[in-house]
């Protein structure tokens, strides 16, 4: 079970600060990264560092369902190819524009470090991830990213892998971001930090899967108009309630951190 934080001595958002023994963080806060956290596919910027800016057709047909960390192998090996580079990479991922209201939803979780702890999991690559993070000046914010593994070989090509392996239907094989979520849930209990409340901000197929986990406590903010939004309404009109969450679809992130907001004033 969770811990609530009401009724343990801590009237307003900012008492405490300062004391010996800082208390732990009320709320989980998990980021998508691809089409949430900025407002492209990741993967599909990093064809703008090919020669022509496009990828030869036999590659582009050979993505299969449920095989795309594989297919982006690949296509990576190609860019390695072509001379694509670190410093080629870097400059494209630091140049995805952010999705519409992060910078002011990244404002507002800084302006609240001590309430929010903050993760990402992300079916992109730690490389992309936090070169983009840091050249938007908010990498400090993230205490765990947990996407697929990337460097750089010998030759000076980007490699990728798979995170892990699981036995979810639902999700690509590389990746279940319920269990990645699940089992930092478990780990932060055994460390004796337990959560009020997990906001989950996300978009695709593969953030539906682990907001169904969430509680009747938590809220899921899904981008509107987006996979993980339609497929919340579609399991609401199959299986009404059978979603937990409170649902707070949002255009620009600013939805979210206004409605942050309320709920911190609502504590207070």
Same mark, same amino acid.
């Given at each position: 079970?969770?811990? %609530?934080?009401?009724?343990?001595?801590? #009237?307003?958002?900012?008492?405490?600060?300062?004391?010996?023994?800082?208390?732990?963080?009320?709320?989980?806060?998990?980021?998508?990264?691809?089409?949430?956290?900025?407002?492209?596919?990741?993967?599909?910027?990093?064809?703008?560092?090919?020669?022509?800016?496009?990828?030869?057709?036999?590659?582009?047909?050979?993505?299969?369902?449920?095989?795309?960390?594989?297919?982006?192998?690949?296509?990576?090996?190609?860019?390695?190819?072509?001379?694509?580079?670190?410093?080629?990479?870097?400059?494209?991922?630091?140049?995805?524009?952010?999705?519409?209201?992060?910078?002011?939803?990244?404002?507002? +979780?800084?302006?609240?470090?001590?309430?929010?702890?903050?993760? +990402?999991?992300?079916?992109?690559?730690?490389?992309?991830?936090?070169?983009?993070?840091?050249?938007?000046?908010?990498?400090?914010?993230?205490?765990?990213?947990?996407?697929? #593994?990337?460097?750089?070989?010998?030759?000076?090509?980007? /490699?990728?892998? #798979?995170?892990?392996?699981?036995? %979810?239907?639902?999700?690509?094989?590389?990746?279940?971001?319920?269990?990645?979520? /699940?089992?930092? +849930?478990?780990?932060?209990? !055994?460390?004796?930090?337990?959560?009020?409340? @997990?906001?989950?901000?996300?978009?695709?197929?593969?953030?539906?899967?682990?907001?169904?986990?969430? /509680?009747?406590?938590? @809220?899921?903010?899904?981008?509107?108009?987006?996979?993980?939004?339609?497929?919340?309404?579609?399991?609401?009109?199959? !299986?009404?309630?059978?979603?937990?969450?409170?649902? @707070?679809?949002?255009?620009?992130?600013?939805?979210?951190?206004?409605? +942050?907001?309320?709920?911190?004033?609502?504590?207070?």
């Amino acid at each position: 079970m969770r811990r %609530c934080c009401q009724g343990v001595g801590l #009237p307003c958002l900012f008492k405490g600060v300062g004391m010996a023994t800082p208390r732990p963080p009320r709320y989980l806060l998990v980021f998508d990264f691809d089409e949430t956290i900025v407002a492209e596919n990741s993967d599909d910027s990093v064809v703008r560092a090919a020669p022509g800016q496009a990828l030869p057709e036999p590659l582009r047909q050979s993505q299969r369902q449920g095989s795309y960390n594989e297919y982006m192998q690949r296509v990576l090996a190609f860019l390695g190819e072509q001379g694509v580079r670190a410093a080629d990479f870097k400059a494209v991922y630091e140049n995805i524009p952010l999705s519409p209201g992060m910078p002011e939803l990244f404002q507002f +979780l800084s302006k609240n470090r001590e309430l929010f702890e903050v993760i +990402l999991i992300s079916d992109a690559n730690v490389f992309g991830i936090e070169a983009k993070l840091r050249a938007a000046g908010v990498h400090s914010l993230f205490r765990k990213i947990f996407s697929n #593994p990337s460097s750089f070989d010998k030759r000076g090509y980007l /490699t990728l892998g #798979p995170y892990h392996s699981h036995k %979810c239907l639902d999700c690509p094989a590389n990746m279940c971001k319920r269990k990645i979520l /699940t089992e930092y +849930l478990a780990e932060r209990a !055994q460390e004796e930090v337990e959560f009020e409340r @997990v906001f989950y901000v996300g978009d695709g197929a593969n953030d539906f899967c682990p907001s169904v986990a969430l /509680t009747s406590a938590d @809220v899921a903010f899904p981008r509107k108009g987006f996979p993980m939004h339609r497929m919340t309404q579609e399991m609401e009109k199959k !299986q009404p309630g059978a979603f937990q969450a409170t649902v @707070v679809p949002w255009e620009s992130a600013v939805e979210v951190a206004r409605y +942050l907001q309320e709920l911190l004033k609502r504590k207070c």
